[in-house]
């Protein structure tokens, strides 16, 4: 079927439209390209990148567009902030020595040539406008895209070992696209990725921490994704070890092995900014590939967050990011009982208040989701939070932020002792105390029983 001759954008924000009309008005080229196009043709709304490419050069642009940040040499300039536009000259490109940036730049070229030099077919329509105030436009599809979509399937522009010899990075973002939205790879381009999959360690850590990144955040059922890059012999390299947990055996509800339980938890947990909740489920499970002894998987939360600690630092994510992760997978296997009592649910608090515990119940419940726990699994979890909460409202000072009613240096001044380990050993006796009943969280009560235990010494 023939693309659309003619596609109407009616929301096209303001900014977006102010600056087609003002490169217009310049006596400049100038058209919509890429994600914004392509979510137009599937009937998607956009997510809020917006690019223009023109036949302008770079400081042309710049020059109509006070305030605007023109940083580097591929002609691209920014415009604006709500939402930002990319205005980007058109462009040729000519040698990728380093697997992912062009040796040669040529501006002065068509749209054409400008729509060749893209990844996938679907990447490669453009849209012209006719009527900024009606958003109406006209499509310019000279490599099929527009015909791909309807067709369901994804191809590369062109021959498909130059596109990804181009920029190895591809080779994710083809598998990215083709299940966020559930297209086909094309068998030649599917063909090239299995060949070509072991160039993709020469890319850079933080560049792949992105595309997965994007499959977690933007794609509704990221398993998908997942298993396709392990069908085509990408996952053993971007994240061994995760590929590792691939024919551990699990003793769930629900059937598969240590690899399909982790993606059904990566299903089930929530979406926040950063994926931070999908990238725990992802990793939350990575012991088990090397704990397994009797039919359970004997300390894998503390194995699984030193690996998840490595996994991370090999795709550069930031320290905190890290941190927040790896706390909420090391103490993920906790067993809450309705019969416990508020002095465990105070303990469990205390345990807990080093990690991101909203991370940790989020995990927990993707966990159960994944494991088959059912409407008891929720349940359970739910009270847990629950009782958790009304804890921390109860006992603000002991809990929320550990205060005790003495510290160090009442106990050195009453008990006459000197600062060292005997001190912090009577402190943690005492908050022992204060959590089994914290009534006794009062100044002449603590330090009586401060003296009670320095004398059984």
Known sequence: ???????VIPDLPAPVRDVLAALAAAGHEAALVGGSVRDRLLGLPHPGDWDVATAARPE???????????????????VGRHPAVEV????TEGGYRDRRRPDEVRFG?????????????????????????SGRGRVVDLHGGAADLQARVLRT??????????????????????????????????????????????????????????????DDTPSRAFATLERVGLLEVILPELAALRGIPQAKAVPGDALDHTLAAVD?????????????????DLGKATTLADGHFIGHESVGADLARKVMERLRMPRGRTDRIAGAIEMHMYNYEP??????????????????RELLFALRRADNAASGAGRAGEENQGELERRVAAALEEEPELLRHRRLAVDGNDLQAELGLAPGPEVGRILGRLADHALDDPSVNRRPTLLALAREIAAER
Do not use: C, K, Q
């Open 60 to 78: 042309e642009v710049a020059a109509l567009f006070p305030g605007a940040t023109w940083e580097n040499r591929f002609g691209t300039v920014t």
């Open 157 to 218: 522009v062109g021959d498909p070992r130059d596109r990804f010899g181009e920029d190895a990075l591809r080779l994710i973002r083809a598998v990215r696209f083709a299940s966020r939205f559930d297209l086909g790879l094309d068998p030649a381009t599917e063909e090239a990725i299995v060949e070509l999959a072991p160039t993709v360690a020469a890319v850079s850590g933080e560049r792949v921490r992105d595309e997965i990144g994007r499959i977690l955040r933007l």
């Open 268 to 284: 089930a947990a929530p979406v926040d900014d950063e994926a931070d909740m999908r990238w725990t489920a992802l990793l939350h």
């Open 109 to 133: 070229v068509s749209l054409a040539d400008d729509l060749a030099r893209r990844d996938f077919t679907i990447n490669a329509v453009a849209w012209m406008p006719e009527d900024l105030a």
């Open 1 to 7: 079927m023939p693309p659309p001759p003619e596609l």
């Open 339 to 356: 019969g416990w009592t508020d002095a465990a649910v105070r303990r469990f608090i205390r345990r807990t208040d080093v990690v991101d």
């Open 88 to 91: 980007t000259s058109y462009r």
